[in-house]
């Protein structure tokens, strides 16, 4: 598991007793992370195909990625793009198997596709979603054909756009959920 805070960023070791499938979580690990400014979102992945897990933090310097040493430590954080976005997917969704990220611009300010190539750089390109009322966001093949489709809970649902192969989604098709499934902007249950 890990989370950053601030600056910080903090590791713990999952394992498994024997006979439960609930993975029991060690005590919290801290790194200072020389990142300036605030962390608006953070995501995990190998970048640049080294075998070992990276870091993807976007802050308001824009996009930067700490490679792993392997050995639990990072580099600095080195800003591979300069956009400022809020949130942080990671995927290979162009299938070329290199993983590549989809973020959306600081205060739903458009959304972004940035392709991986696979040594810690990434080409940009701006992207249509319709991600109003936006309320939480996801990417899995949702559909079995091993691209990473993109799913959106908003306040009309639940908003599923399908991978085209390249890393573009084909129109969102919206379903109905459960009132009791809505959650308002800071997490709480709407009323029913
Ligand atoms: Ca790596
Ligand atoms: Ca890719």
Redesign the pocket.
Known sequence: MAAVLGGVLLLSNAAWAAGCSIPIFGQPRQLNLDIVGTVYGAAIG?????????LAVTSPAGIGIL??TGQGGFSAPQTVLTNVCDTLLVADLNGDGKLDLLARGESGSGWWLFLGNGNGAFASQAIALDTSYLIAEALSDLNHDGKPDLALITTDGLRVSLNRGDGSFGPAVTYSLSPGLHRGPGGQRLQQ
């Open positions: 190998d970048f640049n195909n080294d075998g070992r897990t990276d490679f792993g």
